[in-house]
């Protein structure tokens, strides 16, 4: 059961180093490292044939290269298997998630003009991207729309998706259709380490990428890391996360059913910080009445035992302080006044406002990615977006007389680092006794 600590009487930062450590994927052990870096050389040598043996080794799959690919046919059968309800509704996720991407997209701007300087910005979609959608219990078909969908509004052309099939070499249907309806253009039975490699450098079988997208285990994570720079990547993401701040008016039912449903991603970090002590214990007995209904009861109990803490501090104000050097994930504010709290906030993925907010609508159907910075790295990062998916290309345009009023700053910069072919570049062109050379 969740721990109770109290502010005054605790490092409340130490403790919470504390649970992260224990789940950074940056902190894994060389062994992991060197088996990643070794998939990675691997496939990019072998190609198709590392990945059919990785596929057969971690996968039990023992699939041929030319089984790589699902089928028009296969994605096609997966909607028999699927209900019209669930259709219904990730179709109303998409177009949610499209509507807010299209109203948060970047959009060209005017261009800068100053005496004889026109200076324009140009924003273009990246060519190709490559979504990773795990495997394992679950599957995860609100991953494929929420990281599909912002590359599909920003015009990427085409989308790759990977995800490790089961052991009877297929990939659960429920993927399939979503990858479908979001405009997926090609989809792949491959995971883990090795699909991140063949997304970054290409196989006879899969084509490279500019940038891969979508959460995974800490090999693929680490794998992420390895491939950056011969491909974009989005993040380099850990467990998930959720704080909960929270006052004697908020509802501990609601509280509890929120830091449960963090834990059950197992691990998930669930925290709650409250001025109430009454809350913390309310909290703690709902919990108690709420986990036995639960499916995943025994793992989310122990999710909740190792990365669950309730922080009772001495006031609102540290709860927003705690917050803010904590820097969520997922932040819900369940205050009398949440306004209030809110413009404390600085460091969040996402927040969710009100009783009437929980994370799963952010997870499901809200339109925000659910692609979100982890392990404080909100602190400098935001979710995954359309903006992601996007250039931007600097065009500058000087006149000759723009060009000859700035002569001398260029010469007088490029002479203190020693570059005087830069400075020679622009005086070549002012120079008025200079003829062009003909062209013979």
């Given at each position: ?63 041929s290269p030319e089984q790589f690919r699902v089928k028009e046919e296969e994605i096609e059968d997966a909607y028999k298997y699927v209900t019209g309800k669930f259709i219904k509704a990730i179709r109303l996720a998409i ?223 540290e709860c927003i302080a705690l917050s803010n050097a904590i820097a969520p994930e997922h932040l819900q504010i369940m205050t009398q006044n949440p306004k209030a709290v809110l413009s404390g906030i600085k460091h969040a993925g996402a927040v969710f406002v009100g009783d009437y907010t929980p994370v799963a609508l952010g997870d499901y159907i ?75």
């Amino acid at each position: 059961m969740m721990r109770i600590l109290k502010t005054w009487e605790c490092d409340a930062s130490l403790e919470i180093e504390k649970i992260k450590q224990g789940l950074d994927p940056l902190n894994s052990s060389s062994d992991i490292r060197t088996t990643v870096l070794k998939i990675i050389q691997d496939v990019k040598k072998n190609g198709d044939k590392a990945i059919a043996a990785y596929g057969k080794r971690f996968d039990k799959a023992p699939l041929s290269p030319e089984q790589f690919r699902v089928k028009e046919e296969e994605i096609e059968d997966a909607y028999k298997y699927v209900t019209g309800k669930f259709i219904k509704a990730i179709r109303l996720a998409i177009k949610n998630i499209q509507t807010y991407q299209n109203h948060i997209r970047i959009q060209n701007v005017k261009p800068l003009r100053s005496k004889g300087v026109i200076l324009d910005t140009i924003y273009t979609p990246i060519d190709s991207a490559g979504i990773y959608v795990p495997g394992g219990a679950a599957s995860y078909p609100s991953t494929v729309l929420m990281n599909a969908i912002p590359a599909q509004v920003a015009g990427v052309e085409k989308i790759v998706m990977v995800s490790p099939p089961k052991e009877d070499g297929n990939i659960p249907p429920e993927r399939l259709v979503a990858a479908k309806e979001a405009g997926v253009s090609e989809i792949y039975k491959i995971g883990g380490v090795q699909a991140i490699a063949a997304l970054a450098f290409g196989t006879k079988t899969i084509p490279s990428v500019d940038k891969i997208v979508g959460p995974g285990n800490v090999f693929v994570t680490l794998a992420k890391k390895e491939i950056f720079g011969y491909a974009g990547i989005d993040m380099l993401a850990g467990p998930s996360e959720v704080l909960i701040i929270a006052d004697n008016h908020a509802n501990p039912s609601y509280i509890a059913s929120d830091l449960l449903s963090q834990a059950e991603h197992t691990p998930g970090i669930s925290l709650l910080v409250t001025s109430s002590k009454l809350l913390a214990k309310q909290v703690l007995a709902e919990i108690t009445l709420q986990i036995k209904t639960l499916s995943r009861s025994a793992g989310t109990n122990e999710c909740l035992s190792k990365y669950g803490v309730i922080f009772i501090t001495k006031n609102m104000n540290e709860c927003i302080a705690l917050s803010n050097a904590i820097a969520p994930e997922h932040l819900q504010i369940m205050t009398q006044n949440p306004k209030a709290v809110l413009s404390g906030i600085k460091h969040a993925g996402a927040v969710f406002v009100g009783d009437y907010t929980p994370v799963a609508l952010g997870d499901y159907i809200a339109g925000p990615s659910h692609v979100l910075p982890t392990g404080g790295t909100a602190r400098f990062s935001s979710g995954l977006s359309v903006n992601d998916f996007i250039k931007r290309t600097s065009v500058i345009t000087y006149s000759q007389s723009a060009l000859r009023s700035v002569q001398q700053d260029v010469s007088e910069i490029s002479a203190s680092e020693g570059l005087d072919a830069h400075a020679k570049s622009v005086k070549i062109r002012l120079d008025s006794g200079r003829k062009k050379p003909s062209v013979r």
